[in-house]
């Protein structure tokens, strides 16, 4: 079985920086996925996970204190390595006291770039807290997302990366109709929804986990046509 690769996410608007950022990671092995404002980095920690954010403080709207502040809600545990062009001491504080890990100032080495990377994630990977996080609680069912386990009426369970990105995103919007394309690009990455089997086979699993009686789900629904939706509240659809 393969290793699989720290997902980096970058948050740079610079593109000439970003491209040499991630061509260098990637050539280090890493997976990198990059935006370049601070709404997009927090709409895609939303519903997925990172094993180190690697932030610009200079951003287009919401700046990378702010960001990192957000972050900090939303995942107490994920690396934040932050990036400025500003030296002075000042700056720094307000990085660290904004909840950042580590700070480097623009323009950097390569060589010290990627040392200092490494280092976040070998650091990270063997000492970090759990979070003190509150369980998404539905009927009988509470889910801890940032410990990708459940306790259902069934018992405890323990969630795939795949099922926490699905949840977060049903948590996210919920009460809204999702289309199966949307679900598939969030959670898969996909751009066409040639794969609809595979997801309806997951709906399938989290019916099996979280409803009193999977065949007549109140929770997670079957909008024809379009995708599903779910409901905290759980109410039985009879025409879905």
Sequence with gaps: MTEEKPHI????????????ICFNLEMEGYRVSHVESGEEALERLAYDRFA???????????DGFAVCERIRTMDSRVPVL???????????VTG????????LT??????????????????????????????YRFGDNEVFLL??????????????ELEVKML???????????????????VWGYTSDTETRTLDNFIVR???????????????????????RFSRKGSEIVRS
Excluded: C
């Excluded at 660290?96 to 580590?102: C, E, I, M, V």
């Design 206 to 228: 989290l019916r099996k986990y979280f409803e009193p009686n999977p065949a007549r789900p109140i929770y997670f629904h079957t909008v024809r046509g379009l995708g599903y």
């Design 9 to 20: 996410l970058l948050v740079e608007d610079e593109m000439h920086l970003a491209r040499g």
């Design 106 to 135: 623009k323009p950097f080495s390569l060589n010290e770039f990627l040392l200092r990377v490494g280092g976040m994630l070998r650091r990270s990977s063997w000492y970090r807290p759990e979070p003190v996080e509150e369980a």
């Design 82 to 92: 932050i990036l400025t062009a500003r030296s002075d001491e000042g700056a720094r």
């Design 52 to 62: 180190l954010i690697i932030l610009d403080v200079m951003l287009p709207g919401m």
């Design 96 to 103: 660290l006291q904004s909840g950042a890990d580590d700070y």
């Design 147 to 160: 410990s990708y386990h459940a306790r259902t009426a069934q018992g405890e369970i323990d969630l795939t």
């Design 168 to 186: 977060s995103l049903f948590f996210q919007r919920e009460g809204e109709a999702i289309s199966r394309r949307e679900i598939l690009e969030n």
